[in-house]
């Protein structure tokens, strides 16, 4: 049902509202998936879907199709020297220069299944003395519904928690009979996690100020122009000497010229002047 010529139509739709460019080599991939979902809204052509798609009649059917292509890969501690770096060094620093009290806002921009805010939130416990002195939030936004789900109700893979130190592990993961590991209750609600498209610049303006961004892993997706405008968006969003983390593939420089580089051992991120 859904051709070469049909899959290139839809995936340019899906970039202009989301930024992510789906290349062609995925079509043998994802044709099965996205021709479940036509299936299962009971449209028997391509026509008939995308025009309830493209002038979207129906917010269930544009959330289902998003879901099937995105990527969602994460895991706990992924790229575990940002952590450091943000523990050790970005937020004591902000801790400083902030009013006393005054919440620092942590935005991980996106989260996917939740694996990224929660690392954070175990860094934070671990080291245990910045959550003595102040208050910390935490915000986790994805476009993907279905990941966001997951990351409320907290329930890992072994692989997913594979780099999780073992006095962590031991200490806020229950591990279920079925072998996978729940996280505490109390650390779900650490988090709040929210559906967003981080293209959609009110839905985002509506999150508040951060005093952090973590972006890993979604902008190699993108192409150049969302890329910037997504950047833009966090520069607004982001309260003066915020700091920006991307995945280590990334670059700011190579986006927008409007943040200062900080190089910290393994580490880089970008903060706003
Ligand atoms: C590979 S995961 C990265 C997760 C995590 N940050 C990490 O580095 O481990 C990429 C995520 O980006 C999300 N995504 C893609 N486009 C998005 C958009 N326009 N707005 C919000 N999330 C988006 C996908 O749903 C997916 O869950």
Redesign the pocket.
């Known amino acids: 049902m859904l051709s070469v010529a049909d899959f290139k139509k839809l995936t340019d739709v899906i970039y202009r509202r989301?930024?992510?460019k789906i290349e062609l080599k995925r079509y043998e991939v994802l044709k099965p998936k996205l021709e479940r979902v036509f299936e299962q809204f009971g449209y028997d052509d391509f026509r008939s879907f995308f025009h309830d798609f493209r002038f979207e009649k129906n917010p269930d059917l544009i959330q289902e199709i998003l879901n099937t292509v995105?990527?969602?890969?994460?895991?706990f501690f992924?790229e575990k020297y940002q952590f450091e770096t943000l523990i050790n060094e970005v937020l004591p620093h902000l801790h400083q220069i902030r009013p006393p009290d005054e919440t620092i806002r942590i935005l991980?921009?996106?989260?996917?299944t939740g694996?990224?805010p929660y690392t954070i939130a175990l860094a934070l416990l671990d080291e245990g003395q910045l959550l003595k002195a102040r208050d910390f939030e935490l915000v986790g936004?994805?476009?993907?519904s279905k990941?966001i789900e997951k990351a409320r109700a907290a329930v890992y893979t072994p692989r997913s928690v594979q780099q999780v130190p073992p006095h962590l592990l031991q200490q806020y993961f229950i591990q279920r009979p079925d072998g996978k590991y729940e996280l505490v209750d109390f650390l779900k609600e650490v988090v709040n996690f929210q559906v967003?498209?981080?293209?959609e610049r009110q839905a985002m303006r509506r999150l508040g100020k951060f005093d952090v961004i973590?972006c890993?892993?979604?902008l190699i997706?993108f192409d150049e122009i969302s890329r910037r405008e997504v950047a833009m968006t966090f520069y607004e969003l982001l309260k003066p000497k915020g700091a920006v983390f991307l995945?280590h593939a990334e670059s700011m420089n190579r986006i927008v010229s409007v943040f200062k580089t900080v190089r910290s051992g393994e580490t880089i991120y970008y903060v706003k002047e």
């Open positions: 989301t930024g992510i995105t990527i969602n890969e994460t895991y992924r991980c921009a996106p989260s996917s694996e990224e936004i994805d476009i993907d990941a967003v498209n981080v293209m973590f890993r892993n979604m997706y995945g």
